[in-house]
């Protein structure tokens, strides 16, 4: 069980330094993060962009941290040479920096050079919460919109993965509801049931799934003991998998905005990890998903 990023950033100096390719790196919090990477979990960057404009960034925040520079001024030619850098095994990881989202991940799903593995592409993202003591694992909030039975496995399986590959042996997972009553209407519920019922047949492996179950019985044990709901994981819970898009979206921007949890986030499914941050996050918030995509190798 992980309790913060301190902790995570801990576990990773135990572990060889990954290499990591950031597609357009010529933005100041990229760079800090990178650098902070670099000292705190020994990741290798190889720099994609304008290289000028990456020295003059470099200069202006002290960073005097080894990493590589690829001069690619075209945004468009520096995000697919830093994905095919992945492709051709130069690299572990690849990051967004400067350049638009679908710019972005046409590089990483192009047929020729991307990072296509036949799986499907899901996001997680890893919350540190003051004073739960855990962190708290999201999957999906950021990639699938309405996802089938079959979808939501995989996003499972994607997710159970990476936590495995964090240290935890039999993960506590939430497949959320509005409540904890099957309903042949509520589509959310007949999944969350089959799901549940999977994973009691042994089909992800070691790991405590419970579902349908309402998000706050899920987290509070007085909730769950005010409903009379024989809960094994409300309270210990790691990792929810959401019904929807927007259900993942909403609970993460209220963990950030309104609890001031930290964020970060990955996605999982390609042949490597792949780090999708936003340009307006900030550098703790993409040093803290370097540091979770790491774990992901």
């Not at 990229?30 to 470099?58: H, M, Q, T, Y």
């Not at 036949?118 to 962190?135: N, P």
């Not at 497949?175 to 999977?198: G, P, S």
């Amino acid at each position: 069980m992980i309790k913060s990023y301190s902790a995570l950033a801990e576990k990773i100096s135990c572990l060889k330094g990954s290499t990591m390719s950031v597609a357009v790196a010529q933005d100041r919090d990229i760079l800090e993060a990178v650098c902070k990477a670099s000292a705190v979990a020994g990741v290798n960057p190889v720099l994609f962009g304008d290289a000028k404009e990456i020295d003059r960034l470099k200069k202006e925040i002290g960073y005097a941290g080894e990493c590589k520079v690829i001069d690619e001024p075209d945004d468009i030619a520096a995000s697919r040479a830093a994905v095919k850098s992945v492709h051709d095994g130069e690299s572990e990881v690849v990051m967004k920096g400067l350049i638009n989202t679908s710019d972005y991940l046409r590089a990483v799903l192009d047929k020729t050079f991307g990072l296509r593995s036949g799986k499907l592409l899901s996001h997680m993202a890893a919350f540190e919460i003051t004073g739960r003591g855990r962190m708290l694992f999201v999957t999906d909030g950021g990639f699938n919109i309405a996802p089938c039975l079959e979808e939501k496995k995989e996003i499972l399986a994607n997710a159970l993965k990476a936590l495995r590959k964090m240290g935890y042996e039999c993960p506590n997972v939430a497949v959320i509801t509005a409540n904890e009553q099957f309903n042949e209407k509520a589509i959310a519920t007949v999944h969350a049931d089959a799901i549940t019922r999977a994973a009691d047949e042994g089909e992800f492996g070691k790991c405590a799934v419970e579902g349908p179950i309402a998000f706050d019985v899920a987290i509070s044990p007085d909730a769950a003991r005010h409903k009379h709901i024989d809960s094994k994981i409300s309270g210990k819970v790691d990792l929810i998998l959401t019904p929807t898009i927007e259900v993942g979206n909403v609970l993460g921007k209220c963990l950030s905005l309104l609890c001031g949890a930290k964020m970060s986030g990955v996605v999982l499914g390609a042949s490597a990890p792949v780090i999708l941050t936003s340009r307006s996050e900030d550098a703790e918030s993409k040093l803290n998903s370097i540091l979770l995509a790491s774990f992901c190798i």
